[in-house]
């Protein structure tokens, strides 16, 4: 008999099935679409337990019968005849795959011997050996059964040992308590001899299949104002955990500086001042000499103190807090002209006293509104963010009695009626439009009010058309309710934000085409017919998923097959035990995984060559064989990539489609290829 050898899928390399040297190139161009690929059943007869051709593939089946049936004993015999270790079989064939040429062109789906036989050593309590095979069909092909198991057993290894509690380490991107960041990068590490098999951050669990000894994961935690406390837990397969709480404090607004009067003397003026902040004062500096400072980082809201200036000595004021907010302020003549006087004019200070001259606060014929200056004000801005910088004064030389931002009082309760209120906010914003108004007023009810508009957009290349497409067929299981319920898990997950993909139809749109083409659900097992359907909505991938029965659970099998050539791309599971009621996590976790395999990146044209490009992005950033580029132009050129728009070919957008993939590049084909004219070098490149 000839020597088998590996055939490759050619989409991202993992082995589906073993061939004679002599079918190799049939077989190849047969398997590129899914209508080549027959999955039939190998037994020879209608008793699963009677084997007449003693094949390989025979043994494997009724081993999968006997253990579903309980029969351990039975079941860890055939699988150890199919892989060769006992005598029975023609021949063993001893790789796990999922897929497995028995003759012909017929095959067999999810073929694991090993991860088999080591579920029954670990069910006769040989955990030693069970660790073995398991760890042996993980290494030739990893799935969610196998990884359920190997925890199995190391859990029962580690039962009555005594071992200390996982190790539990934070770091984040904070440097102390205080952060002006809306949300921080918070990275865990976790040891523990009895292997790491869950984390909880900030009350999500982390999905983690297989337990390890090691577990590094990082996490993007989004603050609110204030005291922010986050918990973090982590324990082993036996439950010892730990639990660490980081408390971080979030402060957006940079501290206000306000003057409750202004004192004019012969040649010069005095500021009394008051500093204010809504977290913790950390430094107050006049002309870079300090005035206040806060090393230990105690909790300081206010800050009292005068200013002296003049026409020549015009000294500037920073203020920090201790979040890092921080804002300026000059002291100068225009500041008496705005503040003391609303009218600008010298020679009409009211009152005198102690040799200086102030403004007055009960002015009856007051009935000028106060001085408001706002940065960009009056115009609408454009912005690729969610946030806006607000900056600005108000004065008025009898007072203010009132400023808001949107209704919020800006004016701390330390102040009453200053002359001046220096003043910054970092604003959230919505998606769209976005309407500021600030008012100040003073104390006779004079008002005065500025506007601001902020739109803010998403950038143009995460805008849904530009996304790949998937569609999800209806499973095909015994447990409809189950598959129902998995499918409606799936596209949940799919339509989670962040959104990567863009999912098309639920479950009535294919109803209605499943009505249209006179078909049953039952018609979907045939791959085919589900090709044919997903290029009716269409889609570009096709997400087609399938339980395996294993008497004590069932795996949720899920391949990624472009709906164009009808090929595999990407193949996963997870493992559903019949004692666990965690069905959504699970689910949640396998499209993680599929979002992984997808990756986000963005690059950089670096060679444009006909209808070819060379991008600066490769294996390393994540980008394989089914990687899909939108193309993007800048203008400026130089403009960052938020700003830059989707480069078109009359009604379609320009997309790049890999062929080759390098450690650190890629070659990719330009679609349409009328769109090469518009590329250049420097070009951005964002994954569809």
């Known amino acids: 008999m000839g020597k088998r050898r590996n055939i490759l899928l050619p989409a991202d390399g993992r082995r589906l099935f073993q061939a004679r040297p002599a079918l190799c190139y049939v077989l190849m161009t047969t398997m590129m679409g899914l209508t080549g690929c027959q999955t039939t059943n190998t037994s020879s007869s209608s008793d699963p337990e009677t084997i007449t051709h003693h094949n390989w593939w025979n043994y494997y089946e009724r081993g999968t019968h006997y253990l579903q049936q309980g029969q351990v004993s039975q079941a860890l015999e055939d699988f150890e005849r199919c892989l060769g270790m006992r005598k029975g079989a023609k021949y063993g064939f001893p790789e796990d795959m999922w897929r497995a040429n028995t003759y012909g062109m017929h095959f067999l789906d999810h073929y694991f011997p090993n991860r088999e036989l080591g579920v029954c050593l670990y069910e006769q309590g040989a955990l030693k050996e069970a660790e073995t095979y398991l760890v042996k069909s993980l290494e030739q092909e990893p799935s969610g059964r196998a990884k359920f198991y190997l925890n199995r057993v190391r859990a029962a290894q580690n039962a009555t040992a005594t071992l200390p509690p996982p190790t539990l380490a934070l770091k984040t991107n904070v440097k102390g308590e205080w952060t002006n960041l809306k949300s921080i990068n918070l990275s865990v590490t976790s040891e523990a001899k009895g292997f790491v098999k869950d984390v909880s951050i900030n009350r999500n669990r982390a999905f983690i299949e297989l337990a390890k000894q090691t577990y590094n994961t990082s996490r993007r935690i989004k603050l609110k104002s204030g005291l922010n406390e986050i918990p973090v837990r982590v324990s082993d397969l036996n439950g010892r955990h730990s639990t660490k709480t980081l408390q971080v404090r979030a402060d957006w607004d940079a501290p206000s500086i306000t003057v409750d009067r202004i004192m004019a003397f012969q040649g010069y003026w005095v500021a009394e001042c008051i500093c204010s902040d809504n977290g913790s004062l950390n430094s107050v500096a006049l002309n870079g000499k300090m005035l206040m400072e806060n090393p230990s980082g105690n909790v300081q809201t206010t800050h009292r103190f005068k200013v002296r200036f003049d026409q020549a000595n015009t000294p500037s004021l920073v203020v920090s807090d201790l979040a890092g907010n921080r804002i300026e302020e000059t002291f100068s003549p225009q500041l008496v002209k705005t503040a003391l006087n609303k009218y600008g004019n010298d020679s009409d200070f009211q009152g005198l006293e102690n040799g200086f001259r102030y403004a007055s606060t009960a002015a009856p014929t007051d009935r000028q509104p106060p001085y408001l200056k706002i940065d960009g004000a009056g115009r609408t801005h454009t912005v690729y963010d969610e946030e806006f910088y607000i900056d600005g004064m108000a004065r008025d030389g009898s007072g203010i009695a009132s400023l808001t931002l949107n209704g919020e009082e800006l004016l701390y309760s330390e102040t009453r009626n200053p002359q001046s209120s220096r003043f910054a906010r970092r604003v959230s914003l919505n998606p769209g439009t976005n309407t500021f108004s600030i008012v100040a007023m003073d104390p006779m009810g004079n008002q005065i009010s500025r506007e601001l508009s902020v739109i803010s957009k998403q950038p143009e290349f995460e805008q849904d058309e530009y996304r790949l497409t998937v569609g999800v067929p209806p499973l095909i299981a015994a447990t409809k309710g189950m598959s129902r319920q998995i499918k409606f898990f799936i596209e949940d997950e799919l339509l989670r934000s962040p959104i990567r993909f863009r999912l098309l139809e639920r479950d009535e749109g294919w109803d209605f085409i499943l009505r249209e083409q006179q078909l049953n659900l039952s018609d979907l097992a045939d791959p085919s017919v589900s090709l044919k359907i997903s290029r009716m909505l269409p889609a570009e991938l096709l997400l ?8 004590n659970g069932k795996s949720f099998v899920m391949k990624v097959v472009d709906s164009t050539e009808g090929e595999v791309i990407h193949t996963d ?109 420097g070009d951005y490149v964002y994954a569809r």
């Open 573 to 681: 599971d997870i493992y559903l035990d019949i004692s666990s009621d965690d069905m959504e996590y699970q689910v949640a976790g396998l499209v993680l995984k599929l979002k992984q395999h997808f990756p986000i990146v963005s690059g950089r044209v670096t060679k444009v060559s006909k209808n070819k490009v060379t991008i600066d992005v490769g294996r390393e950033n994540g980008v394989n064989a089914w990687s899909r580029f939108v193309v993007l132009k800048s203008d400026p050129p130089d403009a960052p990539l938020n700003e830059t728009t989707v480069q078109t070919q009359g009604k379609r957008f320009v997309q790049l489609k890999i062929e080759r993939v390098r450690a650190d590049s890629g070659v990719a084909e330009i679609l349409p290829t009328e769109g090469s004219e518009g590329i250049r070098e």
């Open 544 to 551: 087609m998923g399938n339980l395996v029965e294993h008497g």
